[in-house]
């Protein structure tokens, strides 16, 4: 359900704020722990493969096929040809970073396709280019499950704190400069609070939590914490908290109203309408009475 | 004491219309294959659905809810001339009374036909009954329409009575079995005091009962409009306004009936020039109030031309409805009203055809009400065809909109046919009185 | 049908799927748990195995010759729907925010809500209208679904109670009430609603669908239809057809009570009364006091201007006055 078609050229940018004179398409301003990025999985024929299914749903209505220069032109910028000498040039990990967060016309695709999606992807593109060579990532997914969160409620300053540490063999390991992030989950989908962060040298972070967040109708919430770390890879960890605000608002049909169904008319109305009926009605009752009087009152003067 | 020479001529003068001649087989012949066609424009619609009008969904109201306001509004007269006039003592009204009372009940029981033709699910019209909400205005609608229709059949009834028991007795050339309904329907009316009571004191009951529901089925129906937000909708004075436009058209129904009826009938001793004079002077009173309202109407929102109100108002002053506005407005009101302050005017035949031009004006006023504020909603109307965004009536739609009128004239004229249309025992009495 | 009852509330899915069986050959009647409906896919053929969801959103792959499909009656089905369709879900208040500074008439809403709907090309549950206020405002690109008011005037006209409002603030149209008065057209400022003047787009296909108060499929002629806050997606947790659809991140949908709304196009899920509040965010003729669930924010900054070719339709609905 979560594909999303780009037939359309037209793709406005998040912020609407940036101008689209100042985009030169190598200025992406990708920061430094980002660039050194790289992907766990390893690019070969097979990923690629994936890679291009993902690429035509989700990219190739505006950068068109790659290598033949098709993209659509009549966007500004122009979406350059992935196969491009300038988009050669950019790293794994810039090229990752772009799909994370979109700029201008394009959309960001965090949420939207899973990191290892986002990475076939770019071994779709680098299918392209027969002189790169990957660099994979340190990480070991394998890892994954010897990484334990911890996260605890400071009510005072309303803070979430997190400590990640890996129970490797040898003993505890602290996630150190891991990037993590706080989400709550909602109806339709996860929400951020506060920034990514990245964990210091115990392995710990702690996340400003909002205070006028709403819970359930105790006040709970599902907070996820998500760990991504180079050698441990991506870690989620979910558990519930008392800490948010009890929110149990009335039901919008509660209420007495017009618009509302029959049982819940406005009383003066319901009353003023049945006396109007009930009187007419009783009148008319009267009146057929009265003729019915009058049919028999001959009767009573002849008999 | 009257004597009995002249009662008799009475009776036999008022009873002459209740045989069927040749004429009257024509013309109800004529009726019935109009009705027949019109019909079959219906059946189209019930197949193929709303689809065959010119409706869309921006002007989703048309001709059909237009015709239905006409139609209550015209079944309003049988409250004013019956109700108001004679508990005000207006003795010259008495003999118009049963022929208002026709067209009341003729007019209203066809409207509740007319907003059927209007259903997308005519099949579904119970669910009003069974799922029906007291807070919509269709269900007060529904309550009020069918409560007017029951009161007036009762109002034409009851001082009736006495005439059927007449019709029972003095009629020679009728079938058995309509003299056997005759006599049921007279209840044993034998003129005893105790019964001219029961009978007075009813008519009195009724006549002031079918005040309110008569202003309440002419104000609910107004609410269908004036309950929305719309410009040209959204007014606080939809209720008197539409109350004092359906005096104007059933004023100018009854003249026109009383014109035909006395033509047809021979009844000039009974329907006189002054009759016709009263009833145009009656015309211009009502005529005035409702100028009055239009002023009202009008130039109240004209004078601010806020966003809304300016599109709807232009475009009825000088725009699409300009010329249907304003031949309205002259034609159907204005020259009506100078023409009728001159006596000349308020003759028989001159009556007429202003009764007619008054009575074809108040039912496309009807249409200027509900068409043009559905033609300009608040926001734009793009994307659809451009039959959704100017309303043209369809020629089925033209036919099934006549056929409540050819409804009411089947009624008027089958009633006129069966019951004696100026009351005999009324006018009886009114000349004992004289003596 | 007692052996129904007398099981224990847990089964196995062994006994699970007897009982499927056994009420499946005779009468469903006291099993309401069924009726909530089992999806089997019947494209599969035997020996296969399927994957069946369970009234209590439990999803099982069995055998398909193992399962027998719950044989029920048309009028029991629509029961089941119309009830759940009526109530709502509980705690909840959907609301909508479109923010025309980033819509560009591409109008994949449009088409979305359209197919998932079965309605006819000039019946817009969602239209984009090309809109110009006043002489020296620029023009943009408004969507305009059913404004889903929390005093909503639709409603409050209908005489039989067939569109109502529920306590999540969707208001629905039960298309097997309507009588097709179109009061509720009439009373609606936004233009929101469509009428099935004739026979609907697929009306063959869905003669044997069973009625989904909250799909309004299928469509029936002589009846109102309208925008439903896919209330069908909703109940799932998924984004509206709309807002799923939109290419260019029109569209949040989400719960005023979790203060949270989730783009269609980027999944973000962000604060709803701070997108509000930092983008202005407003309603359509609040003057009118419908209370309407659908916000909008201005169409401020856009980067891809308004089309030159939309102008002369956007200024048209001013000229009049």
């Known amino acids: ?303 | ?435 | 049908m007692s052996e129904q009852e007398e099981k224990p509330k847990k089964k196995t899915r062994r006994e699970f799927l007897q009982q499927l069986g056994i009420v499946g050959i005779g009468s469903v009647l006291g099993s309401s748990a069924i009726l909530a409906g089992i999806n089997y896919d019947k494209k599969k053929t035997e020996g296969q195995r399927i994957r069946i969801l369970t009234a209590e959103n439990e999803l099982l792959e069995i055998e398909k010759s193992d399962a027998t499909p719950v044989v029920k009656t048309k009028y029991e089905n629509l029961t089941y729907l119309q009830k759940q369709g009526r109530d709502g879900i509980e705690g909840k208040r959907f609301v909508m925010v479109i923010d025309l500074s980033k819509c560009q008439n591409a109008r994949k809403c449009m088409s979305a809500c359209q197919n998932a709907h079965h309605l006819r090309p000039e019946q817009h549950h969602i239209n984009v209208l090309k809109m110009e206020e006043t002489e020296n405002t620029p023009p943009f690109y408004m969507p305009k679904p059913c404004q889903h008011c929390d005093n909503p005037p639709c409603v409050s006209v209908c005489p039989v109670d067939a569109t109502f409002k529920r306590q999540d603030g969707i208001v629905l149209i039960d298309n097997e009430r309507c009588i097709g008065c179109r009061f509720c057209i009439a009373a609606c400022p936004y233009s929101a609603r469509v009428f099935n003047w004739a026979e609907p787009l697929h009306a063959q296909e869905d003669a044997d669908k069973t009625y989904d108060v909250e799909l309004n499929v299928p469509q029936k002629k002589g009846t109102i239809s309208k925008c439903l806050f896919s209330a069908d997606q909703v109940r799932l947790g998924k984004l509206p057809y709309c807002v799923s659809a939109c290419p260019n991140g029109v569209y949040y949908f989400g719960d005023e009570n979790e203060d949270a709304v989730t783009n269609g196009t980027t999944k973000e899920t962000v604060r709803f009364r701070k997108l509000l509040a930092d983008n202005g965010g407003y309603t359509l003729m609040p003057e009118l006091g419908t209370k309407p669930r659908v916000y909008y924010l201005p169409p401020k900054g856009k980067e891809v201007p308004f089309q030159e070719k939309d102008r002369d339709e956007a200024a048209e609905h001013l000229s009049h006055s």
């Open chain 2, 1 to 435: 004491m009257l004597e009995q020479s002249k009662i008799d001529k009475i009776t036999s003068d008022l009873l002459g219309s209740i045989r069927l001649n040749k004429s009257f087989m024509i013309w109800m012949g004529f009726l019935g294959v109009s009705l027949f066609v019109c019909l079959g424009a219906y059946v189209k619609q019930l197949t193929d659905g709303l689809v065959v009008t010119g409706l869309g969904d921006y002007v989703s109201w048309g001709m059909y809810l237009s015709n239905f306001v006409f139609f209550v509004a015209t079944s309003l007269i049988g409250m004013l001339i019956s109700a108001i006039l004679g508990l005000s003592g207006a003795k010259w009204a008495a003999p118009l009374a049963r022929i208002a009372e026709i067209i009341a009940l003729a007019f209203a029981a066809v409207a509740g036909l007319v907003i059927v033709s209007d259903m997308g699910r005519p099949d579904r019209l119970l669910n009003v009954f069974i799922h029906g909400r007291v807070q919509s205005p269709i269900v007060w609608d529904i309550t009020v329409v069918t409560g007017y229709v029951l009161i007036s059949a009762l109002f034409l009834y009851i001082p009736l009575i006495p005439d059927l028991k007449i019709c029972s007795e003095k009629l020679d050339k009728i079938p058995p079995f309509q003299r056997k309904i005759y006599k049921i329907l007279s209840l044993n009316w034998n003129g005893t005091l105790e019964q001219e009571k029961l009978l007075k004191q009813s008519t009195r009951m009724l006549a002031i009962l079918i005040i309110p529901v008569a202003m309440a089925i002419h104000t609910v129906t107004s609410w269908l409009f004036a309950s929305t937000p719309r410009a040209g909708w959204d007014s606080t004075i939809m209720g008197p306004y539409f109350v004092t436009g359906a005096f104007v058209s059933g004023s100018a129904a009854v003249i026109i009936a009383m014109y035909f009826y006395r033509k047809n009938y021979k009844l000039q001793d009974y329907i006189t020039d002054f009759h016709f004079d009263k009833m145009g002077k009656l015309l211009v009173l009502v005529s005035l109030i409702y100028l009055y309202f239009n002023l009202n109407e009008y130039m109240v929102p004209g004078y601010k031309m806020k966003k809304f109100d300016a599109i709807h108002l232009n475009n009825l002053f000088i725009g699409g409805h300009a010329v249907m506005f304003w031949m309205v407005q002259i034609f159907g009101l204005i020259i009506p009203i100078i023409l009728l302050l001159f006596k000349k005017m308020r003759k028989p035949l001159p009556m007429l055809l202003i009764g007619i031009a008054v009575l074809i004006g108040a039912w496309f006023k009807r249409y200027i009400i509900v068409i043009p504020t559905m033609e300009h909603p608040f926001l734009p109307i793009q994307n659809v065809p451009l039959h959704f965004k100017v309303y043209t009536p369809t020629g089925i739609e033209i036919l099934v909109s006549i056929a409540p009128l050819i409804l009411v004239l089947i009624i008027i004229t089958l009633l006129s046919k069966v019951i004696p249309i100026i009351p005999i025992h009324e006018t009886i009495e009114q000349l004992e009185e004289k003596h």
């Open chain 1, 1 to 303: 359900m979560y594909r999303i078609k780009f037939k359309i050229a037209i793709i406005l940018g998040f912020t609407g704020l940036i101008n689209f004179q100042s985009f030169a398409q190598n200025n992406w301003d990708v920061p430094a722990d980002k660039k050194s990025k790289n992907s766990n999985i390893e690019f070969n024929s097979g990923t690629a493969k994936e890679g291009e299914g993902i690429y035509n749903t989700n990219c190739k209505s505006c950068h068109g096929d790659i290598g033949k220069n098709n993209s659509l032109q009549s966007l500004k910028p122009v979406p350059p040809d992935l196969s491009s000498a300038q988009s050669k040039a950019l790293l794994d990990g810039e090229l990752f970073h772009i799909l994370n967060v979109g700029r201008g016309l394009m959309p960001s695709f965090k949420e939207v396709l899973p990191e290892s999606d986002r990475w076939k992807v770019i071994a779709y593109m680098r299918s392209y280019d027969k002189d790169y060579v990957q660099i994979i990532s340190k990480t070991d997914p394998a890892k994954a499950n010897l990484v334990k969160i911890k996260m605890v409620f400071d009510s005072i300053n309303s803070k979430l704190n997190v400590e990640v540490v890996a129970n490797e063999k040898a003993g505890i390991v602290k996630l150190k400069n891991a990037e993590i992030a706080l989400f709550v989950t909602r109806h339709f989908g996860k929400m951020q609070l506060d920034k990514t962060l990245r964990t210091d040298n115990n392995g710990n972070a702690s996340f400003d939590f909002p205070k006028d967040l709403p819970g359930d109708k105790v006040g709970n919430v599902e907070l996820i914490v998500r760990v991504n770390d180079e050698i441990y890879g991506e870690i989620e960890s979910i558990s519930k908290f008392k800490i948010a605000v009890p929110t149990d608002k009335p039901s919008l049909t509660e209420k007495r109203a017009m618009w509302n169904v029959l049982a819940k008319a406005p009383i003066w109305l319901i009353l003023l309408y049945l006396s109007g009926v009930l009187l007419a009605t009783g009148v008319i009752l009267y009146i057929i009475y009265n003729l019915y009087k009058l049919s028999k009152s001959n009767n009573n003067l002849k008999n």
